[in-house]
């Protein structure tokens, strides 16, 4: 997939977050950068969590969520588990955003999983 094919699915995957949070995101960018500064990074989320700001902050640089096109590509087993991968990345670093840390993100992708395999199974 070429880079420009990637950032297309990006956004079009942007539509896992919720409304009533995607209005709330703020000083945020996405960005998408070919390789992870590690390896088993699919995402990364820089800046400081909503839940620690105050209206008294300084005006800064925008927060940073990257989504990295290499270990998705190769991690998915095709384009519409890449899909899936890509949206689950999204999801996983707004949360951090919100202020989630890593245990109560993977709690909650945990709940939010059962909760679709739920909703298909009806």
């Known amino acids: 997939m070429t880079p420009k094919e990637f950032d297309r699915l990006v956004e079009e995957c942007m ?4 409304p009533r949070f995607r209005r709330r995101l703020e000083n945020v960018v996405f960005v998408v950068e070919p390789e ?3 390896p088993g990074l699919l995402g990364l989320y820089e ?12 005006v ?4 940073r969520i990257i989504i990295y096109q290499g ?3 190769r991690a998915a087993r095709n ?7 890509v949206r ?6 707004v949360a951090h955003f919100f ?3 890593e245990r109560q993100v993977l709690r909650a992708e945990l709940r939010r999983r059962r909760l679709l395999d739920r909703l298909r199974r009806r």
């Open 15 to 18: 539509d896992v977050i919720p």
């Open 36 to 38: 992870p500064p590690r």
């Open 47 to 58: 800046g400081r969590p909503l839940t620690e700001r105050s209206v008294s902050d300084p």
């Open 60 to 63: 800064r640089m925008p927060d």
């Open 71 to 73: 270990p998705h590509e």
């Open 79 to 85: 384009e519409e588990d890449l899909r899936r991968l």
């Open 88 to 93: 689950e990345t999204i999801w996983h670093e």
């Open 99 to 101: 202020g989630m840390n």
